[in-house]
């Protein structure tokens, strides 16, 4: 990225460089003062067995951050190989907000936090709000892990280089465990 001259530039190939590691696709939710709210996420994983914990990267400027820090609670769904319009969807600045934003998702409320969980996922994670650290244009939230469990036995969704991507060589059998 040396010898890059403008800002935009440099953001452009650093997100190139950045995209080459593969992520999981992740949906993280809360409830606002509106209803429910939503956004796709691939900056998430586990920080610690013992407390349980996780952090997941918002942009310090969403919606769905305010809700989180509002509540004190939050989820994380990750998404399925065949999620790849929920993740388009939750990703999309201009979908509408509250319920409407969940028109022909299937969810339900998380048990422990009330929170939305995308029930077609393979996996979700109830969370309390421990902190929301400034980290750049984000906030680096970390959440202690209330309740977690498997949803569908099928292989998780992953984001590389711009593009959503399939685990090639997962079977049911060992995604089931």
Known sequence: MTGISNAYEQE?????????????????????PDGPLGMTV??????????????VCLRRDC???????????????????DQREDAAWFASRGRP????????????AERETGCPRLTDGVAYFGCEAVSAEPAGDHAVLMGTVRAAGLLRSTPPLLFVDGHYAQVADLRETEVAR
Do not use: C, I, K
Not at 42 to 55: A, E, I, Q
Not at 97 to 108: I, K, L, M, P, S
């Open 42 to 55: 691939n900056s998430f994983t586990t920080v610690s067995l013992s407390p349980r914990m996780l952090l």
């Open 97 to 108: 907000t509250g319920a409407e934003g969940f028109a022909g998702v299937a969810y339900d």
């Open 12 to 32: 452009r190939a650093f997100r190139s460089v950045a995209g080459r590691f593969a992520t999981g696709v992740a949906v993280a939710t809360a409830l606002g």
């Open 63 to 81: 919606r769905l951050l305010d809700a989180v820090q509002g509540s004190g609670r939050f989820a994380v769904t990750v998404l399925a190989d």
